[in-house]
């Protein structure tokens, strides 16, 4: 059987609904009380695991028996497909209707001339597997033989639906193999139609948010409270918000030691053009690797002899997990400086990160 789809375009929508830090789930984790964003991981996984088993599917087998359970394998895989692209559709394009309603495109020769294509599907996957014994066709409670090759048309396979009624005749239904082919890619290619959709959804909600002037404030603390809350608000973006965070506690310790003042109040001027820029890129929702962060992260030949210690070290700043060896961390901070910056536990923890950031800055 040729390959109709490949899993590179699922994988770009998959890319696509994690970009721009994670806009999708934000916007729809709760959307009014309810989690969509759930709904659509489970629409990715399923379509996911569905075009790979068709990506690896083998050709027919030529046993009769085992070619019909693999028709509705295939029957079952494009089920799964379809119903995914609706309900992705529901979420991003439509929540009051389905794609490709009332087109009758895919199915020449259809048995029931009055479905349209999504619901004959239906009725060919209810035929040819899914519950076979227990149809309502045309009116009557019918039931399908097994399926069978018919050199009387143009099918692969075909079906005898018997009547409950009695006296009734039976009624062929045909799969055309090719058919259905057509009606998965159909479908398939409805994800660019919903691609487009998502990628307009995050122009226009940057283009809302950029167009609402993030307040000013001279202090740059003040400002700091400021871009934590239009962070939160905007995408709530962890790698923007722990810079913040981070800001927030060196702008709030105050350090008393006076040959430490002029040290930190330069070590803080410094930090100045890393707030205006984030600033800058949540105004202009441009949610971008900060060019000033490094001057946050502190690189330099004692960062790499104390990397064991700051490791557990800024654990113990942001998890806020006791840390039996932080004493330890103390005293090996205050050998490598001498002394200068008097680690201890008895300063708040924020002044104790501002040490620390001095003492690599030196």
Sequence with gaps: MRNVVSEDK???????????????YQIYKDKGGKNLFNLVCSCMDWVTVSVRHLENVPEFDKNLDTKCMQVYSLISSIDLIFEAIKQLHRVFVNEKNIPFSGEKKCFKNRLFLNEDDNTYFKTIRACFGAHPVDLKQSNSKRFASWPFESHFNSGDLCV????????????????????????????????????????????????????????????????????????????????????????????????????????????????????????????????????????????????????????????????????????????????????????????EINLTFLKAKLMLAE
């Design 10 to 24: 699922f994988r770009d929508f998959r890319d696509l609904v994690n970009s721009n830090s994670s806009f999708v």
């Design 160 to 347: 005898h639906l018997y009547s409950r009624d009695v006296n009734e005749e039976d009624l062929a239904l045909n799969l055309n193999i090719n058919e259905l082919l057509e009606f998965l890619t159909t479908r398939y290619d409805y994800l660019d139609v919903i691609t487009g959709k998502i990628q307009s959804l995050f122009i226009e909600y940057q283009k809302s948010l950029s167009n609402q002037p993030i307040e000013t404030k001279s202090d740059p603390l003040e400002q700091l409270y400021v871009l934590r809350a239009e962070s939160e608000k905007r995408l709530d973006n962890e790698y923007y918000n722990g810079e913040i965070d981070d800001l927030i506690m060196i702008f709030e310790a105050e350090v008393t030691t006076l040959e430490l003042v002029s040290i930190a109040d330069s070590y803080k001027g410094s930090l100045l053009p890393l707030i205006e820029e984030i600033k800058t890129n949540l105004q202009t929702m441009n949610i971008i690797d900060l060019e000033h962060g490094s001057d946050l992260r502190i690189r330099s030949d004692l960062s790499r002899e104390l990397s064991y210690e700051l490791s557990k070290f800024y654990t113990w700043v942001h998890d806020d997990r006791y840390a039996p060896l932080i004493h330890y961390y103390f005293e090996r901070f205050n050998d490598v400086t001498n002394g200068k910056f008097d680690f201890n536990n008895t300063d």
